[in-house]
């Protein structure tokens, strides 16, 4: 069983009974531990061949709320092993991870990711290998059970992190498959029965999708069902792309966008093998000053961050690499089972292929306390079979402002001259222990003299002509708050 489909007031849920479980009516028990109200949800059984599916949708949920539930059938009785946390409408800080590719069962990633403690699970394609070509439901369904929710870290798991998922070729229709395929719609069917995820974009045609928490808004392309031989993606899913865009940047939302292909890529199979509709997004970011967004990526069996730098070199402006204003980090995930695979690209902070037996994936940590800043904190982590700690490949930081109506200096203070800024923290109770940063909007420290008067810790730094942001971070007890100092 698992659970996907969030939002600040429902969760879903499916299971894949046994035929004798079906026998009787099978029940959901979703527990607030904060108030002790019990929910009970009856399941809705659909049999496709001989396989069965229970499906319910928890509805009236509270926001921002940890629930725990169980999943009772008859002579079967079970803890509460299960857990998810609802979405919040307001300005949050939360984290969630990333990565794609399972080739096999048993990937050393699931343990580590638990102990991360995230929200939320994004599983960028290749969920399966199954690499079905049948025009039939049943045979597109299973391998969700048998290849996937089978496995005992997988459903360990999957009953503790709710999940997002989006296909990519082999558990589409089968290696470098797209759209129109002839077993296309039965592939779609299977991922609308066995995963509990969100709706579609469009009906009857992509798997597409968006959802917020806070203020970051994901945006979920589907690259497989709706690509040809020209396009990646069809014209309405590239209208909807410009659209959510543009709603997150008129909403001041940092906006994430999934892609199952690698963005930098240089083969026919990823972006590179359609750079026009590639220019055609940069474009369309550019010159609608869309200046919060991140790309995320899977496919590549490798985990990569660029913190921009590169970006130019894909772009419709080419004439010099100042031109781009409006760069993005990419993030590439990588497998959590496979073979170590490059799809192309250059990364600012380099690139690491999974070695056979490895798993890859990528934390992410928002921080945001309502003010005037936002942060993103991006750890690469790969982990082998047997080893208890993960290995660290990249850490970075990124921030961006956004309007607040709080008033953020009414706890430090801000002294500008020509050339220098110095942030003035009161020592007091609350403050005591707590570490200081100055940044900039890529996360590089500022060097910053620090000195003081009483009562008085003063951060004091060079403020340079290129500087166009700079944020205070504030580290206590491993919590982070971040704050805007100066905008050019």
Not at 19 to 42: C, M, V, Y
Not at 136 to 163: M, S, W
Not at 177 to 200: E, V
Not at 481 to 488: D, G
Request: net charge negative.
């Amino acid at each position: 069983m698992w659970v996907g489909g969030l939002n600040s007031h429902s969760a879903k849920l499916t299971a894949f009974p046994s035929a004798h479980q079906t026998k009787n009516q099978g029940n959901w028990e979703i527990l607030d531990p904060a108030s002790g109200i019990i929910r009970r949800l009856p399941v809705e059984t659909r049999k496709i061949g001989n396989t069965f599916v229970w499906t319910s949708k928890a509805t009236d949920l509270d926001e921002n709320r940890s629930y725990l539930y169980r999943l009772i059938a008859t002579g079967q009785d079970s803890s509460y092993s299960g857990s998810f946390k609802t979405f919040s409408n307001r300005p949050t800080g939360f984290k969630f991870t990333a990565s794609s590719c399972s080739f096999a069962l048993g990937s050393p990633a699931f343990l580590p990711m638990m102990d991360y403690y995230p929200q939320f699970f994004m599983h960028l394609g290749d969920l399966h290998y199954g690499d079905i070509s049948s025009t039939q439901i049943e045979d597109h369904l299973r391998p969700y059970f048998t290849r996937f929710l089978n496995g005992k870290k997988e459903q360990a798991f999957c009953q503790r992190v709710p999940i997002d998922y989006i296909w990519d070729d082999h558990d589409f229709c089968g290696n470098n498959s797209a759209g129109p395929s002839p077993c296309g719609n039965a592939a779609r069917a299977a991922y609308l029965t066995a995963f509990p995820g969100y709706s579609p974009y469009r009906q009857a045609a992509g798997m597409a999708h968006s959802f917020q928490n806070g203020r970051i808004r994901f945006i979920v392309l589907d690259l497989r069902s709706e690509r040809t031989d020209s396009t990646i993606m069809s014209a309405e899913q590239l209208n909807w792309l410009k659209q959510e865009l543009q709603s997150a940047h008129l909403n001041h939302q940092l906006a994430l966008i999934f892609s199952s292909v690698s963005w930098y890529g240089n083969e026919i199979d990823n972006w590179g093998g359609f750079p026009e509709e590639r220019k055609m997004i940069i474009e369309y970011i550019e010159e609608n000053s869309i200046d919060k967004v991140a790309i995320i990526c899977g496919d590549a069996h490798m985990s990569a961050l660029d913190d921009g730098s590169n970006s130019a070199a894909l772009s419709p402006f080419q004439t010099s690499p100042s031109t781009l204003k409006k760069r993005f980090p990419v993030i590439q995930a990588g497998a959590l089972l496979s073979f170590a695979s490059n799809k192309g690209g250059t990364y600012s902070h380099g690139e690491f292929v999974n070695p056979l037996g490895a798993g890859q994936w990528v934390e992410f940590q928002i921080i945001d306390n309502d003010a005037a800043a936002i942060a993103l904190r991006i750890t690469g982590q790969q982990t082998m079979a047997g080893y208890l700690q993960p290995n660290r490949l990249f850490h970075e930081s990124f921030f961006w402002s956004l309007p607040s109506s709080k008033n953020q200096e009414d706890w430090f203070s801000i002294e500008r001259t020509e050339n220098t800024v110095n942030v003035k923290i009161p020592i007091t109770p609350e403050t005591t222990g707590s570490l200081y940063r100055l940044r900039t909007a890529k996360g590089h420290i500022l060097d910053a003299a620090a000195t003081g008067e009483i009562n008085t810790l003063i951060l004091s730094t060079h403020l340079s002509k290129d500087s166009s942001l700079m944020f205070l971070e504030e580290e206590r007890l491993g919590s982070f708050r971040v704050f805007l100092i100066s905008e050019k």
